[in-house]
């Protein structure tokens, strides 16, 4: 049934079932043991992390995250829950039609039914949330929360934005970003920046690991995570409607201008 995405998907490489905890339970041909332990374990990171983002989308009755995508320049990573405790991640080409690949992951899913689903051996729901504490931005941060501010403003449907340094440090965040949510969300985006690049293998890279950005979809909005220069990263929420391409030109902009605005490689204003 792997196979039936990689046949059929034009562009389409490899296809892995894998359980919550990182265990691989079948894939297509052309992965070595080695490297199809190392990819379900990266994805078994990302989608625990990535559940973990979910509120700084913001609240909603039915907060679920259904998918993350990965974009190098060689390739495209997708990853989507397979039942209780297991998980679809299949790896593509850059033309790769999108459309076509989700709509076969989707099919073999509800192909597996409950028959290939895995009891989890760790928790791998939705963290708990915090209280809302005072927010994050404060004077030290204001010319980041300025130029985050600015990209967000005229984007209709965004929510938040942060910047977090080489060190996975909160750099400054978007106003009314509580402080404990944005080293939360912090925390979390490193981990899924370093799962990402652990996997470019699947995706097809040889050696330059060219990762680009990647971008996790609930049922009530998007994040994105993009490279921010210097280590640095930049992560954005926004509801399902929001015009996606205008967001990340918007937040491209916005970094460029806080790059050019650091004093010795460090973003001025520091949380």
């Known amino acids: ?82 039942g209780q405790g297991a998980y679809l991640a299949a790896a593509a080409e850059p033309n790769v039609d999108m459309q076509q690949i989700s709509y076969r992951m989707h099919r073999l899913v509800a192909r597996l039914g409950h028959n290939m689903t895995s009891a989890p051996r760790v ?60 080293d939360r969300i912090s925390a979390a985006m490193t981990g899924i920046h370093a799962n990402s690049r652990a996997a470019a293998q699947f995706a097809g890279a040889t050696t330059d690991v060219a990762w680009q950005q990647t971008a996790i979809e609930f049922q009530h909005g998007w994040i994105f995570l993009i490279a921010a220069g210097d280590g640095a990263l930049l992560a954005a929420s926004a509801d399902h409607d929001c015009n996606i391409e205008h967001l990340t030109s918007q937040l491209h902009a916005a970094e460029l201008r806080i790059a050019a605005s650091a004093v010795g490689g460090r973003v001025p204003g520091n949380v």
């Open 1 to 82: 049934m792997l196979d039936d995405i990689v046949n059929n998907v034009p562009g389409a490489r490899h296809a892995v079932l894998l359980s919550a905890d990182g265990l691989p339970r079948a894939s297509t041909e052309g992965l070595g043991e080695r490297d199809l332990v190392t990819i379900s374990t990266a994805m078994s990171g990302i989608q625990a992390l990535s559940r973990a983002t979910a509120p700084f989308v913001g609240t909603a009755p039915a907060a679920s995250w259904t998918q993350t995508i990965i974009e190098f320049q060689h390739g495209w990573i997708f990853l989507i829950g397979a």
């Open 123 to 182: 928790d791998a729901t939705q963290a708990g949330r915090r209280g809302s504490p005072e927010p994050a931005p404060g004077e030290e941060t204001a010319d980041v929360l300025k130029e985050l501010d600015t990209a967000l403003a005229d984007v209709h449907g965004a929510r938040h934005a942060v910047l977090l340094g080489g060190d996975g440090l909160p750099r400054g965040g978007t106003s009314g970003l509580p402080r404990d949510l944005a």
